[in-house]
């Protein structure tokens, strides 16, 4: 517990202490946020605000995640193993958040606020989920099969590589629509990640290598699992601590570079603690924004008409008269009834096999 704790506080003083650093920086290069000209007026103010803020959170991911791997016992340091579900979902983290600052930087260089193609970032995309996949299956020993608050008797197969490509995709592009207001997925994505501390270190502490009974204690590799929750804290510490910057009024975007890195870590937690299908729940948030530019897109495309007053829906509240702070506020509590419901679900399924806590 003391490496997840001091993970998630080096991540937090890294980010809070970074960012203002980073602010002055970015806006010294000239890397300004470029704003959508068919979005709501009120964002036009927004141009020019520091962007590619991702890169203060990786970094204070990585710096948190080491630093949580050396902790003070019996008077003396000790070093945490590190595994290959940690480097894994940390490395999926950084790799989407490189795809994520060249889609930024091409925005900035052609002063636009369209970058990479839809192609190219999802081809960039399969190029990082599918290393990720095997890595899982063959140095981390995570089953092939589909999950949800644990692992089901469907096996995958080869169709696993597919299934983690979509939820890869799926989830960095899910935080990444739902960064169009300040703090909006900076704040959502820090409760999901509270989320995976505690269900990672829940496994750690009921794996079944400890002797427990096997209906309820979880088949995972307990130092995988604490390794996994060092990530996970790491990350919400470093959120944490950039949101204090990036909240209404925000003083920096995070960009494609940290919507991106942050969904990544997202998919990889969920792989790595197979609980795929609860990371649907979880970010539920996420769902909602994907689903509404879907049914935007298809209904546009069938009868000419929007469903929305404007995509992702946070913009249909917006421009529906709603505060800029009061659909992102209402935005969290709905992304914290999700987180809820979601660790119900996880701890009903652990008492229901007659595990006590």
């Not at 193993?81 to 940390?90: D, F, I, K, P, Y």
């Not at 979509?166 to 960064?179: R, Y």
């Not at 539920?284 to 008409?305: C, D, N, P």
Request: aromatic share 10%.
């Amino acid at each position: 517990m003391t490496s997840v704790l001091i993970a998630a506080g080096i991540g937090f003083f890294i980010a809070l202490l970074a960012t203002p650093l980073a602010i002055r920086l970015f806006r010294l290069w000239g890397w300004g946020q470029r704003i959508r000209e068919d979005g709501p007026r009120g964002h036009l103010e927004k141009m020019g605000t520091p962007t590619m803020g991702g890169l203060v959170i990786l970094l204070g991911m990585v710096v948190a995640y080491l630093a949580g791997h050396v902790v003070l016992a019996s008077g003396r340091l000790v070093t945490v193993h590190m595994t290959a579900a940690g480097l894994g979902v940390l490395g999926l983290g950084v790799a989407l958040g490189a795809v994520g600052a060249v889609d930024d930087l091409i925005k900035i260089v052609r002063k636009r606020s369209l970058g990479l193609g839809k192609a190219a970032k999802f081809g960039l995309q399969a190029a990082v989920a599918i290393p990720f996949a095997y890595l899982a299956l063959h140095a981390a020993n995570i089953a092939p099969n589909l999950s949800f608050v644990r692992e089901t008797s469907l096996y995958l197969g080869l169709f696993f590589y597919p299934w983690v490509l979509l939820i890869v995709a799926a989830s960095a592009n899910g935080v990444n629509l739902t960064d169009g207001l300040d703090g909006l997925a900076s704040g959502s994505s820090a409760l999901v990640l509270a989320a995976f501390v505690v269900i990672a270190f829940w496994q750690t502490r009921h794996t079944c290598s400890l002797g427990l009974p096997s209906a309820f204690c979880y088949p995972l590799n307990g130092e995988q699992t604490l390794d996994v929750a060092i990530v996970a804290a790491a990350g919400l510490g470093s959120v944490a601590g950039f949101l204090w910057w990036n909240a209404a009024p925000a003083g920096i975007f995070m960009g494609d570079t940290g919507a991106l890195a942050i969904g990544g870590v997202l998919a990889g937690l969920a792989i790595m603690t197979e609980t795929q299908l609860l990371l649907l729940i979880l970010g539920g948030l996420y769902v909602l924004e994907t689903t509404s530019v879907i049914i935007q897109v298809v209904a546009f495309r069938s009868t000419g008409r929007r469903v929305f007053r404007m995509a992702p829906v946070h913009h249909h509240f917006e421009l529906g008269g709603w505060p800029e702070f009061t659909v992102i506020v209402r935005f969290w509590i709905v992304a914290g009834l999700c987180v809820a419901l979601g660790l119900g679900l996880f701890y009903a399924d652990f008492l229901a096999r007659g595990g006590t806590g």
